[in-house]
């Protein structure tokens, strides 16, 4: 009798889709301490990558670095070809088309909802605010919020400010977007409301990777999990690969504590 195939063991298919991040050699200090330690990571156009791992594993700086809110003291990150260490303006060009989403909401607190979604469309990309107020009405709407445009953010629960912030990002059409625990900062019962605009985002096509503890998000998004701990990918898997049979000992036990 034939033995089954464990999930471990099936051969993924080639991936037809062309790669859009290329990391190599990629180390960060923090002084003396080493926080991402000779990262390379591959990610293809369209991919939707959830990273988790311990807290100071390196999961925040590495998408950080990717955006250059962080810069790396080794290795490489180039985006669609594109070197972002360079002072090209086809890299800045690059560097415009990632988005990003913090923790902390990170919106202008003396602008209303709408306007925080007009300032980098028109002082960045260069539109009409016709043009940009049609565009950021579009993305609130999407989000469900576009009731709210003319609030403050302090008028506004944790979870409406999260998903202005999403709106925000989105309106630079960017190619890429990155979530730095985007629920982390929420009450529990707002959490479900941001986490249902990332799932409706992926499904758009849109690039992905999101620093996240929300596994059941993970289970149902992501086509790929890394786990990060000390700065290096320990694992990089499918979600049914990573949830049902972790490789190493360290996910085993992160699982085992984040799933109890």
């Known amino acids: 009798m ?44 369209g991919e939707r990558i959830v990273l988790c791992g311990p807290s100071g594993s390196g999961k925040s700086t590495l998408i950080r670095c990717i955006n250059r809110l962080e810069i790396a003291q080794q290795g490489s990150i180039h985006v669609d070809g594109t070197d972002l260490a360079a002072t090209t303006r ?22 209303s909802v709408l306007d925080n979604c007009l300032l980098a469309p028109t002082s960045v990309r260069g539109l009409s605010r016709k043009e940009a107020e049609e565009r950021a009405r579009m993305y609130l709407s999407k989000v469900g919020i576009e009731s709210q445009a003319h609030k403050y953010p302090s008028q506004l629960s944790g979870g409406q400010q999260q998903r202005v912030a999403i709106a925000r990002a989105l ?29 409706q ?11 996240t503890h929300e596994m059941g998000f993970a289970r149902q998004v992501a086509e790929r999990v890394l786990f990060l701990e000390g700065g290096q990918i ?15 000992e360290r996910a085993k036990g992160f699982l085992a504590q984040i799933l109890h």
């Open 2 to 45: 034939t033995a089954p195939l464990s999930l471990a063991s099936i051969a993924p298919e080639p991936d037809p889709r062309p790669v859009l991040i290329r990391i190599e050699g990629l180390n960060k200090h923090y002084g003396a301490f080493h926080v991402l330690r000779d990262i390379d990571l591959q990610v293809r156009e």
């Open 90 to 111: 086809a890299a800045a060009q690059v560097r415009s088309e990632i988005g990003m989403v913090f923790q902390h909401f990170n919106l202008f607190p003396h602008m």
């Open 171 to 199: 309106c630079m059409k960017p190619r890429i977007m990155l979530f730095d625990e985007p629920t982390s900062a929420l009450d529990p019962e707002m959490v479900a409301e941001v986490l249902d605009v990332l799932v």
């Open 201 to 211: 985002l992926a499904g758009t096509g849109m690039t992905m990777l999101c620093v």
């Open 234 to 248: 320990l694992e990089d898997s499918p979600p049914q690969v990573f949830f049902n049979q972790p490789r190493t």
